[in-house]
């Protein structure tokens, strides 16, 4: 079965830093590029970071650019995001997700982790 | 960057009525759009993709339509199951962006 687990969130103080985890099972998670996707509390989605399958591209939403990395592990089926200098407003749910199709990026995200709740608060 | 917008922002609707969600981008996305469904406490859930293909196990009764800056997604009898929250997304450019979501409640 196709799945994804986040893991790793938490309560956490502003300026602080979190490791999400992502652990991939069912496919083939080094031919796929993977996203994090994040809803904070009562709003929409907002598109974090993308990895290409081997590792090769990262793109960041400008509001968290050089303070979150994006990672991936193909031997471990597992990826990251590494979260620096946390904010108020980076709380939310934060979910990763998998592009549609192998070996190509810019597609749908056609399966979603249950996600894992990041609250940054004092 | 492509600003998405939907609306209505809440539909109100009865069991067996049809829906429409519009979904509008601020420049065109060709066919490179998707619809996802949520329900509370919930992942989103891949309904439409390149603007009118169904995903996998997607019932008959949803439907997408348009193309570069105008799409909509046509529920044709809801059923109690589909009231949630829905989203379109763009992925012709970066970076990805998400419409604000529409919610359809039960009238």
């Known amino acids: 079965q196709v799945q994804l687990a986040e893991s790793g969130g938490g309560v956490v103080q502003p300026g602080r830093s979190l490791r999400l985890s992502c652990a991939a099972s069912?496919?083939?998670?080094?031919?796929?590029?993977m996203h994090w996707v994040r809803q904070a509390p009562g709003k929409g989605l907002e598109w974090v970071a993308v990895?290409?399958?081997?590792?090769?591209?990262?793109y960041y939403a400008d509001s968290v650019k050089g303070r979150f990395t994006i990672s991936r592990d193909n031997s471990k089926n597992t990826l990251y995001l590494q979260m620096n200098s946390l904010r108020a407003e980076d709380t939310a749910v934060y979910y990763c997700?998998?592009?549609?199709?192998?070996?190509?990026?810019?597609?749908?995200?056609?399966?979603w982790g249950q996600g894992t709740i990041v609250t940054v608060s004092s | 960057e492509v600003v998405m917008t939907q609306s209505p922002a809440t539909l109100s609707v009865s069991p067996g009525e049809r829906a429409t969600l519009s979904c509008r981008a601020s420049?065109?996305?060709?066919?490179?759009l998707a619809w996802y469904q949520q329900k509370p406490v919930q992942a989103p859930r891949l309904l439409i993709y390149?603007?009118?293909t169904r995903a996998t196990g997607v019932p008959a009764r949803f439907s997408g339509g348009g193309s570069g800056t105008e799409f909509t997604l046509t529920i044709s009898s809801l059923q109690s199951e589909d009231f949630a929250v829905y989203y379109c997304?763009?992925?012709?450019?970066?970076?990805?962006?998400f419409g604000g979501g529409t919610k359809v409640e039960i009238k």
């Open positions: 997700a998998r592009n549609s199709r192998a070996y190509t990026y810019g597609d749908e995200f056609d399966i």
């Open positions: 069912g496919f083939t998670f080094s031919s796929y590029v």
């Open positions: 990895i290409w399958y081997d590792g090769s591209n990262k």
């Open positions: 420049q065109s996305v060709s066919n490179n």
């Open positions: 390149g603007a009118s």
């Open positions: 997304q763009q992925y012709s450019k970066w970076p990805l962006t």
